[in-house]
């Protein structure tokens, strides 16, 4: 089954699993891109893809697009990580576990619906009737992680990072205003 959920999902306070993320940062000591992925066993990502398979129509037309799965192991972020001109031996990866602090049980619901890519594009295609009941099944498995007036959902993702190799041109960044 591939995870329809989180797909670059910006509501919360942390990015949720299968976003990328690129740019510098600086994650366990290193400079370079880094990027969160799907992991099949996230909480957040479940509660999703139970919903939306009890009850969406899975057969509408959507765009291709890459694969769920694409940073989800070692192997291939190490591959898309040498393609993009890092140094694939610097390269870190590893599980982490955040807690998703949300307002409403709602709130998931809404940020797949309104900030999600993939997520987003199936639910614009489902009728209103099918919306209804993915949102209340998405509600009731949420209010399993009610704590102090908020709900805190885990949320896991893999995370890896790395140096660039020395000597690799890349085009200059342009700043925000310029043309």
Not at 89 to 115: C, H, K, Q
Request: net charge positive.
């Amino acid at each position: 089954m591939k995870s329809l959920a989180g797909s670059n999902t910006k509501a919360g306070k942390e990015w949720p699993a299968n976003t990328t993320r690129s740019g510098p940062s600086r994650f366990l000591g290193r400079n370079g891109p880094d990027c969160e992925d799907h992991v099949p066993r996230d909480p957040y990502a479940k509660i999703v893809d139970d919903a939306i398979e009890a009850n969406a129509d899975l057969n509408v037309r959507l765009p291709s697009g890459p694969s769920h799965y694409v940073f989800s192991g070692e192997k291939q972020f190490r591959k898309a990580m040498e393609g993009a001109g890092f140094d694939g031996g610097s390269m870190i990866f590893e599980l982490r576990t955040v807690e998703w602090s949300v307002p409403t049980a709602r709130y998931p619901f809404d940020a797949e619906l309104n900030a999600g890519v993939r997520t987003a594009g199936l639910l614009s295609r489902q009728t209103a009737e099918v919306l209804e009941k993915i949102r209340a099944a998405i509600e009731k498995d949420v209010h399993r992680y009610a704590k102090d007036g908020s709900f805190v959902i885990p949320k896991s993702a893999y995370r890896g990072g790395g140096y660039e190799r020395k000597g690799v041109q890349r085009r200059p960044r342009r700043r925000r205003g310029t043309i």
